[in-house]
């Protein structure tokens, strides 16, 4: 028998409301409680009342952005959405970002539907499609709020940061790599990303003179982008992270503090040394590596 228990959905996020002061990002936090809430009792008004005038939920699929646009759009889609019985789901959220202007939060959804639903989703091995299937995703999910603290809606952005004087870095979480690689070009790509800089940082973040993309999960020299510790996998590797077994040498980013170049380099100048040194020792001579 399979329990679900649809307060997981705002329990964390109740937690996270205790223990913020700023009384914006309490309003936000808040606001996404009383949607999660909403969408557990089937309250189709009170879900509407958490989103703006007219709110925009981008979703890519084939190169197209199906989400559902305006009042009526995203009324429909969460009307169907219960009609066909996805609306009953749970929603753990691992990790929880808020500021000022946007929430994002990860973490699996889990959600009972019947075959035909999980079909359309993309799952193959479906039997019988009125027989009922458990479907779990990893998600991350932003929020992006007016100034009355209404959400614009759910989008392909996983969080954005300032990389210098007028360049704003973004990052599309990794369960979102499928979507980003959807877009058949930069072009459309780029008016995804522009409505969702809008919606953020107003008219003027939607026109930038510039929009450079990298995909880091597919470039053949790096495969990824951040490395991601499980929670206590640091600790069951212990004091063995970082240290070498000749002849076998680590090095990267995940060997020092995980993502930052500068724990690439410095591994990598350290396991260079080491490796030198045992080579040299092994010779009977001195070696050494630049700092």
């Known amino acids: ?11 964390v996020l109740e937690e996270r409301l205790a223990a913020t002061e700023s009384p914006r990002q309490r309003k936000l936090i808040e ?7 909403a969408e557990a009792e089937f309250d189709l008004d009170g879900l509407m009342k958490t989103l703006v005038a007219e709110p925009e939920y981008h979703f890519w699929r084939d190169g197209r952005d199906v989400g559902p646009k305006g009042y009526e759009g995203v009324r429909n889609y969460y009307k169907d959405f219960v009609a066909s019985g996805a609306a009953v789901l749970t929603s753990r959220k691992d990790r929880i970002v808020v500021d000022d202007h946007s929430i ?29 299937y458990l479907m779990r995703a990893r998600t991350n999910i932003l929020w992006s709020f007016d100034e009355d603290g209404l959400a614009y809606g759910e989008g392909l952005l996983g969080s954005t940061w300032p990389q210098g004087t007028g360049v704003l870095s973004m990052l599309v979480a990794p369960e979102r790599l499928g979507l980003l690689l959807a877009a058949p070009d930069d072009v459309a790509l780029r008016a995804d990303v522009t409505a969702e800089l809008r919606a953020l940082y107003g008219e003027d973040a939607g026109v930038p003179d510039a929009l450079l993309v990298r995909r880091w999960g597919t470039d053949p020299w790096t495969l990824g982008y951040v490395t991601h510790w ?10 063995l992270h970082g240290t070498h077994a000749p002849p076998f040498y680590v090095c990267g980013s995940d060997q020092w ?8 380099v410095r591994t990598g100048r350290a396991a260079a040394a080491a490796a030198l040194d045992g080579r040299a020792t092994t010779a009977g001579v001195a070696a050494s590596v630049r700092p």
């Open 230 to 239: 499980r929670p206590g996998d640091v600790m069951a590797v212990g004091p």
């Open 31 to 37: 606001t996404v409680i009383a949607h999660a809430k």
């Open 257 to 264: 503090v995980a993502g930052y170049m500068e724990g690439a």
């Open 104 to 132: 994002t939060h990860e973490g699996i959804i889990s959600t009972l539907g019947t075959g035909k639903i999980a079909k359309a989703r993309g799952y193959n091995n479906i039997d019988d499609e009125n027989a009922h």
């Open 1 to 11: 028998m399979i329990t679900f228990d649809q307060s997981i959905g705002w329990r």
